[in-house]
């Protein structure tokens, strides 16, 4: 069998020197092996490379049956260990890793080594199956299956009839997992393999007990734990006895959930390793918290604690911290649910279990948003979003493969009953001759029952596949649910950062807000605030992207422009400079070899209403200001930007430019985004463009507020058409 292992104990030092010094192909060959063992994954290649030319040319030479065996067990060793690295470096899609892989199973055929075969084509079945390739693993499944019945190797068949059964259970086809889970049962008692029969029979039962089918479950569950009775096998009784907790938990039958755990603790305590024990007590823990008795799940969970550190494994240690807060958050002691996530989260972001860290992060928002830390809540709601999108990314990926394969799977049993039909026919057909004169009554007869039946079978298949057809529909909208739920979650979060009517009501006499996200969030945002001075400041900004890391970076621009306001910054050009320094400073960590570019362009007005002063600072957004002339003529002012954002830029360190303008009586002030400049539209689909957006806002300035913001919404939708809006939309007019 293949040694998988890393060797750490080697000297690399050592081995190399050795390989530097030898003079043998042979000696040569086992120093690169040995090294390919200790060395770090990273470095796999490195010595595996010039491993596998030094095979391949010591296979060209070599007539000796016994020798050429032992290079090509070398081979499929150093091949091993590209697939190792391949998917620590690709991760699970990695097609390099799936080609090592298949070329292992190569080198196990020629070496006739079955258990190498079977294990060949598992590695090969869990990749297929982590990309919803399922048709393609029980291919691979199928091929080594033919191949050991040849063999006559009973106990390859035993294990390659469960991994089909598995992967029909996937495919819904429930009749055919449990038909293939039977074959490896009978081959399991042929054998006379005990823990073969129990495990063919635990996954029977697990099988039964996910279609809630627990009578049926119970029997094949109650035969193993029989035969493990029968044998005194302590540590079958504990699995079988977690697994049958697990079913009634599955199936929110609690109570029969903790009368299975602690039989299953109670086999633990018979056996000398306690490799299960924290588990189990984490499982009795869980069925308590669930029945409300918080004292009690703490009590298993702190047993299971003291189980784990124990053990030394820094990764049980963490599963344990999280139950924990999560048994105290429930309680509502927060200050400890706090401290035992922050401990959890602390060791498991050094893992890649993103669904555990995303689990640790929400967990660590709600408890932060308990305690009023509203700005700790939101940067672990941030963490969880983006981690949410990574993995709804990577489940989006797998179930549109899954939905393909399954649908190349059903055509196929289509094809292959349609192809079983004509050589039905054809062999009708031919008995039909022969017996034409004597049995033509039951010929015609037999005719009339095969077309029935297959009428009717082709009636039940086209109902399955409406039924799968309808699940996977239910599927894809119970996902898009989910994250649209979750968008719009993120929406009434940013919606409680912008300026609310009621401010901006209580200030403003004469005003409107045209505001238009892409999406359900916006990286566009509108702000104000009284300022310690009495100004009334406003904020019209334009984040980098639109949509959630839009809508993530725009409460990260306003949670800056609020530190810099509480700082004391009054001026709206050092407000500006302040803020733009601490988004640099926050961005730095993003984890880009430049640190983050982001920010947002912009423009903060202040209002002096009583001396009637504007003053403004503007980042690439400009500020127009609408007034009639000494000849009676409207016509616009602009306050040109300054060339930059808010945010790293080639001159981040320049101040931004300060302009203070005397309004009149009946002035309007524009405040504007680059959206509805940019959207493309009209006959020819081109830009709108900021010169006509300016006339037409000069051209109606002198129109109520209101009548403006309809004017703008139904060009906007006008020009837009039938084109997709490609940016948030925000303007803002204020009239003096």
Known sequence: MLFVSKLFGQNLDS?????????????????????????DVKDNLKYGKPAIELIDRMLSKTNNESERKNILKQKAFVFLCFAVYYKQIEGNSSLKELQYRKKILDVSIELNDEIDIANAITQITYWYTDQGNYPKALEYNQNGLALFKQLNYKKGMALLFGNIANL???LDDIKASIENFEKSLVIYKELKDTNGIAESQN?????????????????????????????????????????????????????????YFEKSLLEDEQLPEKTW????????????????DIDQALEYHFKALKVAEETNSETQVSWVFNKLSEDYFQQKNYSKAKEYNNRYLAIIT????????QGGELLASKIDSAIGNHQEAFEHYKRYIRLKEKLNNDEFRKAANEEKYRNEYEQQKREDKVEQDKKDIKTSEEKQQQQIIMYSVAVVLCLTIVFSVLLYKRFRLTHNQKEIIEQQKHIVEEKHKEITDS??????????????????????????????????????FYWASILSNDNFALVTADSTGHGVPGAIMSLLNITSIESAIKDGFLQPADILNVTRRTIIERLKKDGSAEGGKDGMDCSLISFDFTNKKLTVSAANNPVWIVRKNELGVTEAIEIKPDKMPVGKHDKDSTSFTQHEIQLQSGDVVYTLTDGFPDQFGGEKGKKFMSKNLRELLVANSHLPMHEQHQLLNKTFTDWVGNLEQVDDVCIIGIRI
């Open 15 to 39: 081995l190399n020197l050795a390989l530097k010094n030898a003079k043998h192909d042979t000696v040569r060959l086992n120093l690169y092996v040995k090294l390919c063992e200790a060395c």
């Open 168 to 170: 029909y259970a996937r």
């Open 203 to 259: 996954d029977l039962g697990y099988n039964y007990g996910t279609t809630h089918n627990l009578k049926k479950a119970l029997e094949y569950f109650n035969q193993s734990v029989l035969l493990f009775k029968t044998s005194m096998n302590h540590e079958g009784l504990r699995s079988t006895y977690n697994i049958i907790g697990l079913m009634y938990l599955n199936n929110d039958m609690w109570d029969e959930a903790l009368i």
């Open 277 to 292: 024990t924290r588990g189990i007590l984490c499982n009795i823990g869980l069925i308590h918290r669930l029945k409300g």
């Open 350 to 357: 050094k893992s890649t279990f993103f669904s555990s860290i």
């Open 487 to 524: 968008i719009n979650y993120a929406e009434r979060i940013q919606r409680s950062f912008l300026a609310t009517k009621e401010l901006l009501d209580e200030n403003l006499t004469d005003y409107f807000v045209f505001f238009k996200p892409k999406d359900i969030v916006s990286g566009d």
